[in-house]
């Protein structure tokens, strides 16, 4: 069992619907969660950073950790063709640890 | 605000080759991170620079070295090679003490043939 699990997709909505991504980890002492936003041939864009369990809100993206169920989430609304990535959960457990990374899941946003 | 930068964008290497990526972090950074990223998966962590020296280390061989400058930027070599290196490599800067969140770089394209 890998320490992140992601689904790769790829995911396809309809621009302006509601998306929703989600993760499930194994390593119960994670305590920083973060979203990262990659284009092709781009690095990954920091889009949400939550320490511990809760909901964080950023505009139209949503995060939401709980750590009972080890299980993050983020959602986007009024999606848009721009948003179109792919979308990479990340946790630590702070200080030096190193980003443990999901596999990605691919989003298209359809106009 | 210059983000993190990298160079070279893209590199062919034969393997049993040496390579040197290079590295600057975004202004106000002082703490490097390096990750690789293979086609189709999430980045994994190589190793982490602060105060020049290597802090933390993922589970890569020892081929993998790096350095970090008293200007805060940062190097990754990698010895002898192999197929398998090819990849996206990822430098990461963010402020040490704060668990301050990393901001990458766009990357540099490894190919080895």
């Known amino acids: 069992q890998k320490e992140v699990e992601q689904d790769p997709g790829p995911l396809s909505v309809p621009e302006g619907a509601i998306v929703s991504l989600n993760c499930t980890y194994s390593?119960?002492?994670?305590?920083?969660f973060m979203w990262y936003r990659q284009y092709s041939r781009k690095g990954p864009e920091l889009l949400m950073y939550t320490y511990s369990s809760g909901n964080k809100e950023d505009g139209r993206f949503t995060a939401q950790v709980d750590k009972s169920s080890k299980y993050i989430s983020l959602f986007i609304r009024d999606s848009q063709p721009s948003d179109s990535a792919t979308y990479l959960c990340?946790?630590?457990?702070?200080?030096?640890?190193?980003?443990?990374f999901g596999k990605g899941t691919h989003l298209i946003i359809q106009p | 605000d210059a983000g993190v930068t990298q160079s070279p964008t893209h590199l062919i290497k034969t393997r049993g080759q040496q390579v040197t990526l290079r590295c600057s972090p975004k202004?106000?950074?002082?703490?490097v991170s390096w990750y690789q990223q293979a086609l189709g998966q999430g980045p994994q962590f190589i190793f982490q620079y602060y105060e020049e020296e290597e802090r933390q280390r993922g589970n890569f061989p020892d081929r993998f070295s790096g350095h970090q400058f008293p200007n805060y930027s940062s190097e990754l070599n990698v010895n002898a090679l192999l197929l398998g290196d090819s990849a996206l490599y990822l430098c990461a800067s963010s402020l040490k003490g704060a668990n301050s969140p990393l901001h990458f770089g766009n990357g540099t394209r490894l190919t080895v043939t």
């Open positions: 990340a946790m630590s457990l702070g200080g030096a640890d190193g980003l443990t």
């Open positions: 390593n119960s002492a994670f305590q920083y």
């Open positions: 202004s106000g950074h002082d703490t």
